[in-house]
T-cell receptor
């Protein structure tokens, strides 16, 4: 069964801290891994990772994929209260009629306190 | 205007009522999806459609039906709503050549 597991499920930090969110996956014919940020509305796309070892960065956020160990991490440095959100990880299927469909983890709820 | 529009945004209904949630997208995407989100459970796939003539069940399709009226429109129906269908529902779309989903703003449904 395809699955994506995120840890921790929730995390409370203070502004300025650095956090690492984890995502492990078991996805048949894995195609890519995606990270989304969800505030009190629709998930918004952060990163898509297809190749191992290549870090993707956007400001204070970065992510990397390890296809041998089947996991990805999302790092946020110098956290701000605006980073408070649920971060969703999803694996993309790469076969048959479900090709490209996403399997989502349960999310990590990050709370950044002033 | 939003790329993916869902209506209604909020709905309260009673057990046994028929409910329809509507979704339209202006991205020109061929693939459309309905997800359900419950606290602590992440996003779970209800139905998806790869084109107007192609409808597929997701992991939690029981109690739901869908209609793809046009490439841009994909509606979700609850024929006889029950309280455990209280949830936040998201419509999403993507291009067949891409993995990135674009989500609507969500429809919060409460079944009393």
């Amino acid at each position: 069964e395809d699955k994506v597991v995120q840890s921790p499920l929730s995390l409370v930090v203070h502004e300025g801290d650095t956090v690492t969110l984890n995502c492990s996956y078991e996805v048949t014919n894995f195609r890519s891994l995606l990270w989304y940020k969800q505030e009190k509305k629709a998930p918004t796309f952060l990163f898509m990772l297809t190749s191992s070892g290549i870090e993707k960065k956007s400001g204070r956020l970065s992510s990397i994929l390890d296809k041998k160990e089947l996991f990805s991490i999302l790092n946020i440095t110098a956290t701000q209260t605006g980073d408070s959100a649920v971060y969703l990880c999803a694996g993309a299927l790469g076969y048959g009629g479900s090709q490209g469909n996403l399997i989502f983890g349960k999310g990590t709820k990050l709370s950044v306190k002033p | 205007d939003a790329d993916v529009t869902q209506t209604p945004r909020n709905r309260i209904t009673k057990t046994g009522k028929r409910i329809m949630l509507e979704c339209s997208q202006t991205k020109g995407h061929d693939r459309m999806y309905w997800y359900r989100q419950d606290p602590g459970l992440g996003l779970r796939l209800i139905y998806y459609s790869f084109d107007v003539k192609d409808i597929n069940k997701g992991e939690i399709s029981d109690g739901y039906s869908v209609s793809r009226q046009a490439q841009a429109k994909f509606s979700l129906s609850l024929e006889s709503a029950i309280p455990n269908q209280t949830a936040l529902y998201f419509c999403a779309s993507r291009d067949s050549g891409a993995n990135v989903l674009t989500f609507g703003a969500g429809s919060r449904l409460t079944v009393l």
